[in-house]
């Protein structure tokens, strides 16, 4: 199958991703997707999901990947961890993009192996020195190892590390500055972050490294409260995404043009239909901003 | 920003040990915005892990899960979480010590066949996302000579497994998972075998009489026809080698033929 993908020029570059809206795939979308050519603008695959030898998944990312642009996105690789990467699981991750050759890849800001135990979870970092500069060599390693510039998305955290010395900005600026990645705006995150340690989340954006960013994520999340009865929000992509989100992506777009933009929905997961028409909606601010820009131009 | 050196420093290892210990203390040093320890802000984390991986058992083994029903599957897998978490990021990969904990489970001593359901379930799974393989073309063995017929060896298809078992594992799984609706009356004291094959896409289970298990498990270990054949009319006086050897083929458990001079 892999000779199939290499023979068309067209993938053989790795179609770019557009700055159009796209969805997380999911295996019981598929069928849908395929049968009805589905007018969207890329899909994304937790690259996690398809490190099996064969059967189905890669089948079905095979029949996306001939008609959709593809992003990777990479969630247990654990760049945040205190130990060295898992150069078996780098290799998985290396191997994945020269199959599918997607648009972009991206991975987390975050940790979920130590020692021997993978824990399935984002875990947060503290934002030293230390930490920064083993961030930074984790994600120089991943760069050279996987031949390409990787993003890596700021992450949704519910408690803070009193032994941080800098601002998770600095900490993402520093990091690009150094290794020369891009960055993934997840802004469901950075709503859930900035409510959870309550700052202004139109702040942390207009302050972004917007340059670095080369795709947005959009998700849901869920309320719940702290042990202080203070509004604590959970990243459980289970749901549409919050209108407070939507007001600060148009925000993002309206500042900074359109960028490749994706729907997660990971839990709970609606039909089909109802993940297009997130998706649409997403479109749709995109679209606008892009006939703004245009205008104001002429 | 602030000085490091007067706060307490939280390490992945103690981040980790608390994790998994629902008993232990928030760690010092993880705060909220007020700058207090936050246990019900840890407990997020500590419930995204169990929670996440839990789930992923059960879309591993949906079988055992109807089996024990919703609540009692939740429970029992909060603590195998806890006493197996995973090695692997590649989560497609975690369960392989499942049935072992369910026959060792003392609660569950009375449902001694959950095991073996599990062991059907892991291994349908790996058939899943084993390498895709061409099954052996079964006119490749009319090619073969009567005189070299007994020699023969086939290689397994990667997709190509056997589970084989003192309870009815096969008619306990059928009407659990895979044919709720066709599923007939169960026999504890059936013993049953099933092979597993993936030859295109679809993952398809086989159940087995003792004569065609006998031949099936030796052929694929990679022992010759003749010795396989011997063992299975041992096990069963109506074995017949030829029934037997072309349902196998049919399901395509084999990749390949070797010939041995």
Redesign the interface.
Same mark, same amino acid.
Do not use: C, K
């Given at each position: 199958?892999v000779s199939d993908t290499r023979s068309d020029p067209a993938l053989r570059c790795g179609a770019a991703v557009p700055a159009r809206a796209g969805a997380g795939l999911k295996a019981d979308h598929v069928a849908d997707i395929l049968e009805t050519g589905a007018d969207i603008g890329f899909f994304e695959v937790h690259a996690?999901?398809y490190?099996? #030898?064969?059967?189905?998944? !890669?089948?079905q990312l095979q029949a996306v990947r001939e008609r959709y642009p593809l992003s990777l996105h990479g969630?247990?690789?654990?760049i945040g961890?205190?130990?060295p990467l898992?150069k078996d &699981?780098l290799k998985?991750l290396s191997d994945l993009n020269r199959r599918y050759e997607p648009g972009l890849f991206s991975e987390h800001l975050a940790?979920?192996? &130590?020692?021997?135990?993978?824990?399935?979870?984002l875990?947060p970092v503290?934002y030293?020195e230390a930490t920064l500069n083993r961030v930074c060599d984790h994600i120089d390693e991943v760069q050279e190892t996987v031949g390409r510039r990787m993003l890596l998305e700021n992450p949704s955290t519910?408690?803070?590390?009193?032994?941080?010395?800098?601002?998770e900005l600095d900490f993402l600026g520093e990091i690009v500055r150094r290794t020369g990645c891009g960055l993934l705006l997840d802004i469901n995150n950075v709503h859930v972050s900035c409510t959870? !340690?309550?700052r202004s989340a139109s702040d942390y954006l207009a302050a972004f490294p917007m340059a670095a960013v080369g795709e947005i994520h959009l998700g849901g999340h869920a309320p719940?409260?702290?042990? #202080?009865g203070?509004p604590?929000l959970?990243d459980a992509h289970d749901r549409e995404v919050d209108q407070a989100v939507w007001q600060l992506f148009e925000d993002v777009i309206g500042a900074n043009g359109p960028l490749p933009t994706l729907i997660e929905w990971d839990n709970n997961v609606p039909a089909w239909p109802v993940l297009l028409a997130e998706a649409q909606a997403a479109d749709r601010i995109l679209a606008q901003t892009a006939g703004a820009r245009r205008k104001q131009a002429v | 920003m602030r000085s490091s050196l007067s706060h307490p420093q939280v390490d992945a290892a103690s981040f980790g040990r608390a994790l998994l210990d629902p008993q232990s203390a928030t760690p010092d040093g993880l705060t909220g915005p007020d700058g207090q320890t936050a246990p019900k802000r840890f407990n997020v984390y500590r419930n995204n892990v169990i929670v996440s991986l839990s789930e992923a058992l059960g879309e591993t083994f949906p079988g055992v899960k109807t089996l024990l029903g919703e609540d009692y599957f939740k429970a029992l897998a909060r603590a195998f979480v806890t006493a197996h978490p995973p090695l692997s990021p590649v989560l497609i990969w975690y369960g392989a010590e499942f049935a072992d904990f369910l026959d060792a489970f003392p609660p569950l001593q009375a449902y001694p066949y959950l095991g073996d359901v599990a062991r059907l379930e892991w291994a349908w799974l790996q058939a899943y996302h084993a390498a895709d393989a061409a099954p052996l073309d079964p006119a490749r063995l009319g090619e073969v000579s009567p005189q070299q017929l007994g020699d023969v060896c086939f290689t397994p298809h990667p997709a190509a497994h056997m589970v084989t078992s003192r309870w009815p594992v096969w008619a306990i799984a059928r009407a659990n998972r895979f044919e709720p609706d066709e599923a007939g009356a169960i026999d504890l004291a059936e013993p049953q075998s099933v092979l597993i094959t993936r030859p295109d896409m679809d993952v398809n289970v086989f159940l087995l009489r003792a004569g065609g298990a006998a031949l099936t498990m030796d052929l694929l270990q990679g022992q010759t026809l003749a010795d396989a054949a011997g063992r299975a009319q041992e096990e069963d006086g109506s074995f017949s080698l030829s029934d037997c050897l072309s349902d196998c083929l049919a399901a395509g458990a084999f990749s390949g033929l070797l010939l041995n001079d």
């Open positions: 199958m996690e999901n490190m099996g #030898a064969g059967g189905p998944p !890669h089948r969630v247990g690789l654990s961890g205190e130990q898992d &699981h998985r940790w979920s192996s &130590h020692d021997t135990t993978y824990f399935n979870d875990l503290p030293d519910y408690v803070a590390f009193a032994q941080s010395t800098m601002s959870n !340690h309550e719940d409260r702290d042990d #202080a203070r604590l959970i | -």
